[in-house]
């Protein structure tokens, strides 16, 4: 007697971002998880298998990239090559191999190039005509395409020969200073450094005189006068869902640079009405759109950043809060999913004691048809430790969804 | 204070193929182990430390040649390199470095080519002057050799210059279709990919004429008239456990896949009266080779099928059932060893629900003098997950047992 619900099952991945915590004083040194009241977190504890899980490896306090990659079945030490290419992915640009790829600020200087605001007074709007102006240069052969984001966020393009990743930020991560010089790492990055430079410098006398910065000074507001740049990587070698597993995947997520990851490894990214990559996100929102998806894709990712936002923030009664409106989010995930293995889990932990990712394991259940459910009644940190999955790795993950909906490939005769 | 029967202690490794499952509906949502009525596997479980195994990786479906490698102290993804080689091995094929090897069936096509019996009506007799009229030939200066195995099986070895094993299966692995051409699968592999065809001629010009054939003509026996070819590897470069860890070693096995695993690692393998790799094997007869095997091998492989049968069959009363069989031949186990580190696996789950090989892990409780005995009490997937072991890989295993009888060697100073 075969399980024909094995057959066309679906797989869906719920991420909430920086959820993992440690016990917090003000909490009754519980995490935010214990604390909050979130009957149907358990409900996914109870009725699954439960275990925890490093996304990277023990210790090692992931990057949403490299969470990301590797909770979609990459080991990220084998495959990630730096932030850029991801943002690129991100904000849809044409990314090819070999291209190297920085994340831009639009930023604000002063008249001694010292750095007022690494965000140029938060601009929203205008920035697809300052782009533009910086789009399409030639400089030592190399072709530079360049590319706003959302608000201050841009990507800077190189493609040509002779590149190499290995250059350091021009983004010093603060202000009152110069921006740093594009440092080659190696000898064989004196001439992607040097390009970098001088696209630094004809930006600079571009934007000096760009209408939309004219406009802003006159409504006194900062002109993004410079483009600051970080995280120089080449664009990585990846092989899509639908190559590697036969998989037709849809990822529904706010967050410019895990849609990054999830464009690069060839996924539809679907947006949603409400949905700001923010604290103030329509989160029910994203999950109808993320359960309707399931109707012709294999599998779905639902990724929902906020409570990693008040991590940063070190702001645990937000925090407890916000697990109680994602526990409202899972109770309609619950109640409207049918045929379908759903993973709960966290990209890291973003412990509001430590207030940015730490390389605490995150906890993990899994619901569907032929898991081998065990006691584990409460969806926590430390409960879940105790569950049948043990401690697994990130990358582990998505082999064995796979496995439970009967998509794995045997290795061996 | 040295224990002193540490010295000299035996390993013991007992396999039941395909065990491990899923919860099953029509055994009250529990697993076969869970629902048999085994209490000397759970005395194992009670007297020893238990824990879970992925034999090759979280979620990962072993194959029987893969988790025996890794159950053997290999790691799979280095060593493996296709299924012929350990086939050959199996059949006592004088295997060598370098050598590719396909597994091989005798079948039957019909006047048009079109596959009318993949296995020739289960030809039982005659086999070994068949492939006797296949060995020996010599194409582009490859050398053929060609051996029977049980039944219907057979391998194909070449040796020679410039062979590579990047060859795709001729066994098209249905009926009612003509045999596939071996496609080369990368542009170094078209020379033996000619050889495999030419072959695949010659023998079906030979077989036509054959008088075993025209024999089981006339008495209205489908003729094995074709071989159809499969699983190309090269044999793998691997030590054996003699060279590797110093250990005498010997297997009681009758899956011949398995057994050639066991002989590519130089252990010796041991015919047992009534032992059939089947599901009517005699698992107590196996049983007392394995024990005799204890007095003079440091370490004895006891191999039994039964289960993974009923597995892939879907059939949960069988399984359970074969479980309690396999229980009875545990208590002989349990009375008749004495300073012996016994440990009681499976090379994969098979479970009912998916009829074949599953990458759930596996059920692992090891017994002997110094193991830190857990709390666990009863031999199934769910409560062992719970056992002091945790959560392990099938390559970990023989060092864990080569630590326990103080056989393993320290690394560092």
């Not at 597993?245 to 996924?267: D, P, Q, R």
């Not at 990209?347 to 081998?372: E, F």
């Not at 990358?395 to 909906?405: G, S």
Request: net charge negative; charged share 25%.
């Amino acid at each position: 007697m075969v399980d024909d619900t094995l057959s066309g099952m679906k797989m869906m991945l719920v991420i909430c971002d920086g959820m993992g915590d440690r016990p917090v004083a003000e909490l009754d040194d519980k995490t935010p998880l214990q604390y909050a009241n979130c009957p149907n977190f358990d409900w996914f504890a109870k009725t699954g298998i439960c275990g925890i899980m490093d996304t990277i490896a023990p210790g090692i306090p992931p990057g949403s990239d490299t969470a990301h990659l590797a909770l979609l079945g990459n080991d990220p030490f084998e495959v990630y090559s730096g932030r850029g290419p991801f943002e690129a992915f991100g904000i849809g640009m044409d990314v090819r191999p070999g291209d190297v790829i920085l994340r831009g600020n639009f930023a604000n200087v002063d008249e001694n190039r010292k750095i007022v605001d690494r965000r140029a007074g938060r601009i929203k709007e205008g920035t697809s005509k300052i782009a533009e102006s910086l789009n399409g240069m030639e400089i030592e052969g190399v072709q530079i395409l360049f590319q706003e984001g959302t608000e201050h966020r841009a990507a800077l393009l190189l493609r040509g020969e002779g590149l190499s990743s290995e250059i350091g930020d021009t983004d010093p991560h603060r202000t009152g200073c110069c921006p740093e010089k594009a440092e080659p790492r190696s000898p064989s990055a004196k001439k992607t450094a040097d390009v970098v430079e001088e696209f630094s410098k004809r930006a600079q006398d571009i934007l000096k005189e760009h209408p939309v910065n004219k406009e802003r000074e006159s409504q006194g507001l900062l002109p993004a006068n410079y483009i600051l740049l970080r995280g120089s990587g080449t664009a990585p070698k990846l092989i899509s869902l639908k190559e590697k597993y036969g998989l037709k995947s849809a990822a529904v997520v706010g967050v410019m640079l895990v849609k990054g990851v999830c464009k690069a490894l060839g996924m539809e990214t679907i947006k949603v009405e409400g949905a700001t990559g923010g604290v103030d996100t329509d989160m029910m929102a994203k999950a109808r759109t993320a359960i309707s998806a399931l109707g012709d894709h294999d599998f779905v990712l639902l990724h929902v950043k906020a409570c990693d936002v008040y991590g940063h923030d070190a702001d645990a009664r937000k925090k407890v809060e916000t697990i109680e409106r994602l526990d409202e989010m899972l109770g309609y995930v619950k109640d409207n999913i049918s045929n379908t293995c759903v993973a709960v889990t966290a990209d890291h932990s973003t412990p509001v004691s430590v207030r940015n990712h730490s390389g605490d394991p995150v906890p993990l259940a899994i619901v569907g048809p032929g898991v081998r459910v065990d006691d584990v009644t409460s969806y926590d940190e430390i409960s879940m430790a105790k569950g049948d999955l043990g401690r697994i790795r990130g990358k582990d993950l998505l082999p064995i969804l796979l496995d439970i909906v009967n998509k794995s490939e045997m290795y061996g005769a």
